[in-house]
T-cell receptor, first 110, second 115 residues
Framework: NAGVTQTPKFQVLKTGQSMTLQCAQD?????MYWYRQDPGMGLRLIYY???????DKGEVPNGYNVSRLNKREFSLRLESAAPSQTSVYFC?????????FGPGTRLTVL | QQQVKQSPQSLIVQKGGISIINCAYE??????FPWYQQFPGKGPALLIA?????SEKKEGRFTISFNKSAKQFSLHIMDSQPGDSATYFC??????????????FGAGTILRVKS
């Protein structure tokens, strides 16, 4: 049981480049999330998917898009990366209460 | 605008001492208050959680105290150990039936326990 997996672990992009962060969970959870973590800001929700086929904006969605490919997978896309998107990105999935987090992707945009 | 305010930002405690982290909120629709623990290089993991119909919940050395009227809740770590050194986040959730299982997190507290 791998839980929540994320790829890649680290990524460096130049301003304007695009990339997709991948997330998968094997716990048969309906809900999945993307957060960003910045020093002194806690975890801020980017996008949320309550179930396969649905997605909703969170607190900081600008500059991001998501795809809920199936029940297991939820990807986050940066179409044109900006230095302000330098952060650590976490994917999570949940049952009714507890959210389970992946190990994170550390992204640097130069 | 932070819906859940957490303090302090950082905390240093001697081994065996009590660590106390506080959180305050404004939204009375919050119905679930978890604490997450995060070690360096890892994702956060649920530590302990409470609902607003109880004033205290204890699990081992970790206790949540909840004051509904003051809209405050706190995490107490008794007999703090060096292995407790981590970042701690409080969080809150609004009505899951209307808003889904979405959490709002505090800014985090970096705890260091000195041996």
């Amino acid at each position: 049981n791998a839980g929540v997996t994320q790829t890649p672990k680290f990524q460096v992009l130049k301003t304007g480049q695009s990339m997709t962060l991948q997330c998968a969970q094997d716990m048969n959870h309906n809900s999945m999330y993307w957060y960003r973590q910045d020093p002194g800001m806690g975890l801020r929700l980017i996008y949320y998917s309550a179930s396969e086929g649905t997605t909703d904006k969170g607190e900081v969605p600008n500059g991001y898009n998501v795809s809920r490919l199936n029940k297991r997978e939820f990807s986050l896309r940066l179409e044109s990366a900006a230095p302000s998107q330098t952060s650590v990105y976490f994917c999570a999935s949940s049952n009714y209460n507890e959210q389970f987090f992946g190990p994170g992707t550390r992204l640097t945009v130069l | 605008q932070q819906q859940v305010k957490q303090s302090p930002q950082s905390l240093i405690v001697q081994k065996g001492g009590i660590s106390i982290i506080n959180c305050a909120y404004e939204n009375t629709a919050f119905d679930y208050f978890p604490w997450y623990q995060q070690f360096p290089g890892k994702g956060p993991a649920l530590l302990i959680a409470i609902r607003p119909d109880v004033s205290e919940k204890k699990e081992g050395r970790f206790t949540i105290s909840f004051n509904k009227s003051a809209k405050q809740f706190s995490l107490h770590i008794m007999d703090s150990q060096p292995g407790d050194s981590a970042t701690y986040f409080c969080a809150a959730r609004t009505d899951v039936r209307e808003y889904g299982n979405k959490l709002v997190f505090g800014a985090g507290t970096i705890l260091r326990v000195k041996s």
